[in-house]
């Protein structure tokens, strides 16, 4: 009998080693569905990660409107701009046997009336009047727009280019000068306001009278 409970005694710590080795395997066992692999201490999961979210289109040069950003429209900086150059023709058209005062009116039918009033000053000073005949001066004028230097609300500054095919005691020449003519919106129209050399009118200058050749 005492052989018999040394063997039920061994059984039993057999049994109980094996359950204890059951447990150990157990505790050590991943999840279902994992790959065996433990998760870092520390590291939460999340789902797949997303692509950036993409850069809204660039506008295309062909939708931007920049005349909707000016005080202006295009339509008027267009009429403005052909007012330019048709004062700036004019004013680089006469002769010698032509009435100054005919010239001078001539020209106020671009400008303001203070403008056009310095013009006349200009043109029909007796010394002006009197060198043009003495030479036998004949000027046909043309311009033509070549930059738009300012724009603001009611105002418009342009560079033109003029040019005068002279005719005079002394044979031909050309000559070329550069304007930069300030417009100001009368009514619904454009006058002329201030005529200066592009070099020196930067902004249109609104204080000076006209420089150039003219008469």
């Known amino acids: 009998m005492a052989l018999g409970d040394d063997r039920r005694k061994i059984v039993f710590a057999v049994v109980v080693l094996a359950l204890a080795g059951v447990g150990v395997y157990l505790s050590l066992r991943p999840a279902a569905g994992g790959d065996g692999r433990a998760e870092p201490a520390g590291v939460i999961t999340t789902g797949p990660a997303r692509p950036p979210a993409a850069d809204p289109p660039a506008a295309s040069p062909g939708s931007f409107d920049i005349y909707s950003y000016l005080p202006v429209t295009r339509a008027q900086i267009a009429e403005a701009a052909d007012v330019a150059r048709r004062f700036a023709t004019s004013y680089a058209t006469f002769r010698h046997d032509e009435d100054a005062a005919s010239y001078a009116e001539r020209l106020k039918g671009f400008t303001t009336a203070e403008f056009g009033a310095v013009l006349a000053r200009d043109v029909t000073t007796p010394a002006t009047v009197e060198h043009n005949r003495t030479e036998q001066i004949v000027s046909q004028g043309s311009a033509k727009l070549t930059a738009i230097r300012d724009i603001a609300a009611g105002s418009v500054t342009v560079v033109v280019t003029a040019v005068q095919d002279i005719t005079d005691r002394n044979g031909t020449r050309r000559q070329t000068a550069d304007y930069a003519v300030t417009l100001t919106q009368v009514g619904t129209g454009w006058r002329v306001f ?20 003219g008469q």
Not at 205 to 213: L, Q, R, S
């Open 194 to 213: 201030d005529l200066q050399p592009a070099t020196t009118g930067q902004s249109g200058d609104t204080g000076g009278g006209a420089e150039g050749e």
